[in-house]
């Protein structure tokens, strides 16, 4: 097992980490009643007992995020399921908002959209900065069914426009991320990314958790 150091280490550089068959199969069982009626290319996922149980400090998954963070706690989880019903492909970006309580003008905090009753807006450069972008993947996923790829060491160019998303990019390597059922992937939130729709009729299932270990500046609060 990696040192915490070198992981830090490696995250700090890279932008990402990967731990390899980090979840155990009891908790991807969790995983997998959670988000069994999951269908869209994106569907924000609301407690339950099932995901409060495989998303708990004492679980595999909340063992793994405190080798980087001992304070993270999840703020945002989304069920991704690209099947040959939602066969989708988005363009290089980045994801810089985050889902909180309520609307409140606050400083810094813009872009404000409700969707499907919670308010999302976009924070300050410095939030997103201390946070943790994670991919668990419940499904075995490569090129062929629309793995996502990223822009390795991205996070470091800071927030960029969409128009320019792809040519940053290019500057960095890419890198096809691969993963076997149970993988987890922790990214830089600010880290460019995209994903091509899949050529087989196979789902690919992935989990994304935001995770944060500070609270938002009052009144605003995290909504999960």
Request: overall charge neutral.
């Amino acid at each position: 097992m990696q040192n915490n150091q070198l992981i830090e280490e490696e995250f700090e550089t890279h932008g990402r980490v990967w731990f390899r068959n980090a979840i155990s199969a009891s908790d991807l069982a969790l995983f997998d009643e959670a988000t069994a009626e999951t269908a869209k290319a994106g569907q924000r996922l609301g407690a339950s007992r099932a995901l409060d149980a495989a998303l708990s400090r004492d679980s595999s998954l909340g063992n793994a995020i405190r080798r980087l963070n001992h304070k993270a706690e999840p703020v945002r989880v989304v069920a991704f399921n690209k099947s040959e019903k939602a066969n989708w492909g988005v363009p290089w970006h980045q994801d810089r908002v985050i889902a909180v309580n309520e609307k409140t003008d606050t400083a810094g905090y813009s872009n404000w959209t409700k969707k499907s009753g919670t308010w999302h807006c976009e924070p300050p450069q410095s939030v997103l900065e201390h946070m943790l972008f994670v991919r668990v993947h419940l499904d075995d996923s490569d090129r062929s069914n629309g793995a996502m790829e990223i822009a390795v060491g991205s996070h470091k160019g800071g927030v960029v426009s969409s128009a320019e998303a792809e040519m940053a990019a290019q500057a960095y390597p890419i890198e096809v991320c691969d993963a076997r059922r149970g993988d987890v992937l922790i990214l830089k939130m600010l880290t460019l990314h995209a994903s091509k729709p899949a050529k087989v009729q196979s789902g690919r299932r992935v989990l994304r958790v935001d995770y944060a270990s500070f609270q938002l500046p009052s009144p605003l609060s995290w909504s999960i």
